[in-house]
């Protein structure tokens, strides 16, 4: 197991001590339990992973078992992972995910490709007391304590079981698991009370914005993009306290999303100023200040994402009324139509944008800009 010691994609050298028959003050090793023990790109597969298993999409699983295994995840972590989630979203997924797990495991050892089996949790103690460590568990996820009155018996499993048993279990640490939560509750619909709290407890248990954000990217990069714009909406509304708001003022305004870098490079295509911060597969996260949006133009050869992040914008095709651009809005623009979008007069606005379907030779047809009486008029 690739477990963290101090900063990020250090492994520890003294697994022994995040057993849970360690001392159970904080030490150095308990404190590797609050970060990730993945690579960017192999928490993006893993992401993947635990978002189709909800859907119980299993050819796309299927791919992103290959492409994680190949990453260098093992076998312990996503069977791990596709374990724990039975308790989110029903034994049936989590073991045909594991049927799949296993089929995959025996077509790449027949081909000879990359299979690491990695290390098996640590043996509980024979005095492992699970619902007193459950129960710890789960008010540090929480925040404070949580009693689900109503239900003793779902109380106690989840508190026993879930935070107890299965938490105890140091083939994956707190970060990772609650990672893997999100992913899964971002593939279903009807659970945002769930997501939006497991959004705070990924938080409470070490995983950062940043990584939180590359959960958002890694379900649009993997091609889950209704999934991503679901996760973008509760994560924009969960996290839009005053703060957080995007402010009028270019010297004043704050994102949760990096701004990334003045977007030189296309700022003869745009009217205004944005910025540009590039994330892995292929995905940008395209920021535009108020009123700022891009020329018309046309994708040939390939259909563009956007999935709305931050602050409210409009897109636009040619000869129809404009669309509102919030958090979580997801817009597939089809080949071959002409088309702009940018941020409202009012508020800045971030976009992520990705590239689906790209055939030979794809490209981009830049064209006139958008007036500021087309803009009025679309937007008003």
Not at 172 to 181: G, S
Not at 245 to 253: E, G, R
């Amino acid at each position: 197991m690739n477990l963290l010691c101090e900063s990020l994609y250090v492994p520890c050298s003294q697994r022994q001590c995040c057993s849970p028959a360690a001392p159970k003050q904080m030490n150095k090793c308990e404190n590797e339990k609050m970060n990730l023990s993945f690579t960017t790109e192999q928490a993006a597969y893993m992401s993947a992973i635990a978002c189709n298993e909800a859907k119980g999409d299993l050819v796309s699983l299927e791919t992103a078992i290959h492409n994680g295994l190949e990453a260098g995840l093992t076998v312990s972590q996503v069977k791990e992972a596709l374990s724990q989630l039975y308790a989110y979203t029903g034994f049936p997924r989590s073991l045909n995910a594991l049927t799949v797990l296993r089929q995959v495991i025996a077509d790449r050892q027949a081909k000879g490709a990359k299979v690491q089996m990695g290390e098996e949790p640590s043996t509980l103690p024979e005095d492992y007391d699970a619902l007193e460590q459950g129960t710890a568990v789960q008010t540090q996820l929480s925040g404070k304590p949580f009693d689900y009155t109503f239900a003793p018996a779902t109380d106690y499993y989840l508190k026993a079981h879930l935070f107890g048993d299965i938490f105890a279990r140091d083939n994956l640490t707190y970060a990772d698991r609650e990672l893997v939560t999100v992913s899964a509750l971002s593939g279903l619909q009807g659970v945002e009370p769930q997501l939006k709290a497991h959004i705070a407890g990924a938080r409470n248990m070490g995983v950062t914005e940043e990584q939180l954000q590359g959960i958002v990217v890694a379900l649009a990069a993997n091609g889950l993009l209704d999934e991503a714009g679901r996760l973008a909406k509760n994560y924009a509304e969960l996290s839009n306290g005053e703060a957080n708001k995007p402010s009028n003022s270019a010297s004043a305004q704050t994102f949760v999303w990096p701004q990334g870098k003045s977007n030189d490079a296309y700022a003869q295509y745009f009217v205004g100023n944005s910025y540009l911060q590039p994330y892995w597969g292929g995905v940008a996260n395209v920021t535009f200040e108020p009123s700022c949006r891009n020329n018309w133009h046309i994708h040939h050869g390939a259909v563009q994402v956007l999935i709305c992040v931050s602050g409210k914008g409009w897109y636009q095709e040619w000869n129809k009324p404009a669309v509102p651009l919030t958090p979580g809005t997801v817009i597939a623009i089809p080949e071959g139509v002409k088309h702009w979008h940018g941020a409202a007069a009012d508020s800045w606005m971030q976009h992520l944008a990705i590239h689906t379907r790209e055939q030979p030779g794809a490209s981009n047809e830049w064209l006139e800009p958008v007036s500021g009486q087309q803009y009025k008029q679309a937007t008003h």
